[in-house]
């Protein structure tokens, strides 16, 4: 056989993962960059796993979404700052919420086929630290400053300066092509499935009961590393309920009839990092560690939330998983019925609501809630957008590993853009 002949793919082992607790914005972090939440969980990672020696980890590969000039290389600059061997080669990868989930995708692909042993994948994000732009404006007004050929032509070009044109560009949860926040496209959607308000509030006073009761068991003492004073994440609220929520006035969707989504069944603006360790099984088995799961396959899609059918709810902002998720079932031959575990993002209560509505509409078996986000998930922990995915990895492959038994997990990541990003993950 050719040396270049195709090879069978390797399975893909996770082996673990770290992350930062997160934490509401403007609060513990505010002064901690993307870099240094990221570092500190890759440490953490180095750390539990002995991944110090040189060679120990082929590549990291992360990304972030609000991201300063500064973090243009923000992977490879991390690893130079962390206990991990400088010669570690690093990337950046962005997909908006599917950052992390992506980063893993992209690092398991190269140890399926072969290409390394082991990786790192990850995100980070900061909401607290976003970058402020110079006024559109004024950049081109000192571009044309900067082209001037002559002292009298630069002065020219800046007298042109306004008082508004010092205004910075604060970034904005806004979709380009829309106006829309992901909140508000998330509301046109709510509507159009028809979510009740009742139910978004279970939904997100479960999500933090579990939360509470999965740290309260220890299922997160390997998974969590302690930083800047927080040992938790800060949003979790454990005496959570229904009425308590119910008592929230609605954020989105004010302007149609009976808006149903507040600031208690939405993702609050959040800082964190979250890191994750995938290997081949002859890397693992080295080491002498136990994979906690295997990665077994993903599956990307994107729905037309311009132009499509968004006011029949078809075609929502935060709808593409349900998309992937049916079409990476089919070729998996596996239904919904089939997992133990399903790990859906919380980017609100109406969206994994709606999502779920979608699955059952395109024919796949209704979701056992009591198998939905078993550890809650982002409505509790909040959502640093680019670390949610490792974070969801990391978490789903220690529940798995928790039922000591054979076990499937599915993954949806709704991301903006119109995009979603899923997994399947397995324990055999």
């Not at 990786?119 to 900061?126: C, F, L, N």
């Not at 032509?153 to 008082?163: D, N």
């Amino acid at each position: 056989m050719s040396p270049l002949a195709a090879q069978p793919a390797r399975r893909v082992a996770v082996i673990g993962g770290a992350r930062v607790p997160f934490a509401r914005s403007d609060g513990p972090y505010a002064t901690a960059s993307n870099q240094e939440m990221l570092t500190a969980a890759l440490d953490g990672l180095v750390a539990r796993y002995g991944l110090q020696e040189p060679g120990a980890v082929g590549e990291f590969v992360a990304g972030a979404v609000l991201k300063h000039s500064r973090d243009f290389n923000l992977a490879r600059e991390t690893v130079l700052g962390s206990a991990l061997d400088p010669r570690t080669p690093a990337y950046d990868i962005q997909q908006a919420c599917g950052t992390g989930l992506q980063a893993v995708i992209a690092a398991a692909n190269k140890i399926a086929l072969g290409q390394t042993e082991s990786a790192v994948a990850g995100g980070a994000d900061t909401a607290s630290d976003a970058p402020l732009g110079v006024n559109d404006r004024l950049r081109r007004i000192l571009l044309e400053a900067r082209r001037a050929k002559s002292l009298g032509g630069r002065a020219k070009a800046l007298a042109k300066i306004r008082p508004g044109h010092l205004v910075p560009d604060i970034p904005r949860n806004a979709e380009p092509r829309t106006g829309l926040s992901m909140g508000e496209h998330a509301a046109v959607t709510a509507r159009a499935w028809g979510i009740a308000r009742k139910d978004q509030d279970e939904l997100a006073a479960t999500s933090h009961r579990r939360l509470a009761a999965a740290y309260e068991r220890g299922l997160f003492r390997d998974l969590v590393v302690p930083f800047r004073g927080l040992a938790r994440d800060q949003n979790l609220r454990p005496g959570s309920t229904v009425e308590k929520l119910a008592a929230l006035k609605p954020v989105f969707g004010l302007s149609g009839a009976e808006p149903t989504m507040t600031a208690g069944n939405s993702t609050p603006l959040t800082d964190g990092a979250a890191t994750v360790l995938l290997a081949s099984e002859e890397w693992a088995e080295a080491r002498g560690l136990e994979p906690l799961a295997y990665l077994t396959a993903y599956e990307t899609a994107a729905v037309d939330f311009v132009g499509g059918d968004v006011a029949g709810g078809e075609d929502g902002l935060l709808m593409a998983p349900a998309y992937a998720v049916p079409r990476m079932l089919e070729r998996a031959g596996l239904g919904i019925e089939d997992f133990d575990l399903v790990e859906i993002h919380e980017a609100f209560a109406s969206q994994v609501l709606a999502t779920l509505a979608a699955w059952e509409k395109r024919g796949l078996a209704p979701v056992d809630r009591a198998r939905l986000n078993a550890a809650g998930s982002s409505l509790a922990t909040g959502h640093p957008f680019a670390a949610t995915g490792a974070r969801v990895v990391a978490t789903l492959a220690t529940l798995l590993a928790e039922r000591e038994g054979p076990g499937r997990g599915l993954i949806s990541v709704c991301a903006a853009g119109g995009q979603g990003v899923t997994a399947i993950l397995e324990r055999t």
